[in-house]
């Protein structure tokens, strides 16, 4: 049999196997089979992910059980099993989890013994019509409710295993894609959901993030990293992006411009952020050309790709290549690779991005529009009726643009509404159960999944959010932005440690038992941005039970003690030591 017998499938199946013959043997000390592969580099779509495993193993070091699934047999070549095993009832077993999360879908046993499957909206904007049409999906082949998650993008839960492979092609046919959206690929690219429509933007977010997008989407070679990798663009917007958390983040700033250098908006970039392993994207003291975002971010990934840890999943995201080279050795990599210099520029020839509003994404806004405005509209933490996304979609084309906007604060936004109609949009909200008229604590709660459709989380995250907020309201009336973060476990997608009070669950010992319950350590003081900081612990091993009073009794001394009406809860907080904010909690009355 020739070459040209075998397709492109079995081609690349073949590499990623004879590679692994030759980088054992090479582990091994021995030679290279001669006539296998040539012994050579390998080629194709997959070989700079072939060519760092082996280097990994040269060196004598072990790679993870994922790398090695993603070298024997690589997930996107693996769909007709997928398919063919989910149409026969069948989940999936050891590293096919991981396998199939390439296509979207997790299995998420043991919390549901079902697949969750998580799309790919850019910039978290999609039209009333798609989003109609996943709500058909999510009742069809799913619980009949979807959640909106904290990279603005929508999740899809309980789907039984032989309808895993129609609701991903269900979701291709409405132009929506789940591929790469989970293990070790570059996430759903977040932007500002009020791009284009937002009086105080420098630039509309939205062709840079549906470029990277697509650019993604066509090029095999930017799947299976060595960890999952998270781009956001900031335009300069009144809606927080959080880009600061991600691996890259592009932030608007406009430049001076000289005789040299064109002036106007160009993007800061920052690079490492993780905030689940308390590091932000730090300014690299380089700025980029909006037309160039694109190849400046392939260029990073690849260097990443090249170079990032394959041999521990705890030490593999981006954050530790820059720890353990520096940010000029890496930026010197990151210009190898792009082919040219990047430009730098000091401080005083850039100006500082804007500021932002925290509670933009809800209520009524005026758009840059005359007579337009957006309605940002408050989801109990996320979560969505396939009956509300219907009723949600047809506001949208009644009254607005047609657009439903996403946000990283697990909400929508529904744009460029006649400010003399909002009345109305409200009263059709309220009617299926939802406001754009929230408290600032209910307007500022986040939560991820938690241990009901997590297997990782320890407790019940979205349900003990909604018991803060209905504990809270009735004693307090709070006259500032809070945001409180709940999040399931160490992963920290609610990013708990950015919330001003922020909850991670534990499993807390019940006394004289050698059982456990539900609970959580409760943090304060976190930020983003220009008041980017990570929380410190308050409370530790808090009973589930007890959160909502605990949470109430910090925001009660908050209030009692603050400075002045303009100080914000992180301010106070930060201005403390934890002794003292504790006994100020601990001494709250007048909430029972």
């Not at 070790?184 to 937002?198: E, F, K, L």
Request: overall charge negative; hydrophobic content about 40%; some cysteine.
């Amino acid at each position: 049999m020739s070459a040209q017998d075998f397709s492109d499938e079995q081609k690349r199946y073949l590499e990623g196997f004879v590679s692994g013959i030759q980088t054992s043997r090479a582990a091994a000390g021995l030679k290279p089979l001669a006539g296998v592969g040539g012994g050579g580099a390998a080629s194709g779509p997959d070989a700079g992910h072939l060519e760092a495993m082996a280097r990994f193993e040269r060196d004598g070091k072990k790679l993870v059980n994922e790398e090695k699934a993603k070298r024997d047999e690589h997930p996107f070549d693996a769909y007709k099993r997928l398919k063919r095993e989910a149409l026969g009832g069948a989940f999936p077993k050891g590293v096919d989890n991981f396998r199939w999360r390439f296509h979207g879908l997790y299995y998420v046993a043991p919390a549901q013994d079902s697949f969750m499957c998580r799309m790919r909206i850019p910039n978290g904007i999609l039209n009333h019509w798609q989003f109609s049409a996943v709500a058909d999906l999510a009742e069809r082949f799913g619980g009949g409710y979807t959640h909106v998650t904290t990279r603005a993008n929508l999740q899809i839960r309980e789907i039984a295993a032989e309808n895993g492979p129609p609701l991903i092609e269900g979701l291709a046919e409405i132009g929506l894609t789940p591929k790469g959206s989970g293990a070790d690929n570059i996430r759903n690219v977040t932007g500002s959901p009020t791009a284009g429509i937002d009086p105080q933007e420098l630039i509309d977010s939205r062709p840079y993030a549906k470029a990277w997008h697509h650019h993604i989407l066509n090029d095999r070679s930017l799947y299976g990293l060595p960890r999952k990798f998270n781009v956001a663009f900031d335009g300069g917007g009144a809606v927080p992006v959080l880009e600061d958390t991600n691996d890259i983040s592009f932030t608007a700033i406009r430049v001076k411009g000289n005789t040299e250098t064109e002036g106007g908006v160009w993007f800061r970039l920052g690079l490492g952020g993780i905030t689940g392993h308390r590091d932000f994207a730090r300014p690299t003291g380089v700025f980029v050309k909006p037309s160039d975002a694109v190849a400046v971010a392939d260029a990073i990934v690849r260097v990443f790709i090249a170079n990032g840890d394959r041999t521990n999943r705890q030490k593999a995201r981006m954050k530790y290549v820059l720890d353990e080279w520096g940010f000029d050795k890496f930026l010197t990599a990151v210009e190898e690779q792009l082919g040219s210099p990047l430009q730098r520029f000091t401080d005083d020839e850039v100006s500082q991005p804007n500021g932002q509003d925290r509670q933009a994404h809800i209520g009524v806004h005026p758009q840059s529009q005359p007579g337009l405005v957006w309605i940002g509209v408050a989801l109990p933490v996320g979560r969505l009726s396939c009956d509300q996304m219907r009723t949600l979609a047809d506001i949208s084309r009644e009254f607005g643009d047609g657009d439903i906007r996403l946000t990283v604060w697990q909400n929508l936004l529904i744009s460029s509404v006649s400010a003399d109609r909002a009345e109305e949009v409200e009263a059709r909200l309220q009617s299926i159960g939802l406001t754009s008229k929230a408290s600032s604590i209910r307007a500022g709660l986040v939560a991820c999944t938690g241990n009901t459709g997590c297997k990782f989380a320890a407790s019940n995250t979205k349900d003990t959010a909604l018991a803060i907020a209905d504990w809270v309201e009735p004693r307090l009336s709070l006259d500032q932005p809070i945001n409180i973060h709940l999040t399931g476990c160490h992963h920290s997608c609610a990013q708990h440690y950015i919330g001003d009070i922020g909850l991670i669950a534990c499993r807390v010992p019940i006394p004289d038992s050698d059982d456990t319950e539900e609970g959580f350590h409760i943090l304060v003081g976190g930020g983003f941005g220009a008041d980017a900081a990570i929380a410190r612990e308050l409370f530790n091993e808090v009973r589930i039970a007890d959160c909502p009073e605990t949470v109430g009794r910090i925001l009660a001394a908050y209030m009692a003690n603050r400075a002045g009406t303009q100080e914000s809860f992180a301010e106070f907080s930060r201005r403390h030591e934890i002794d003292t904010l504790k006994t100020m909690a601990e001494a709250a009355g007048g909430l029972s």
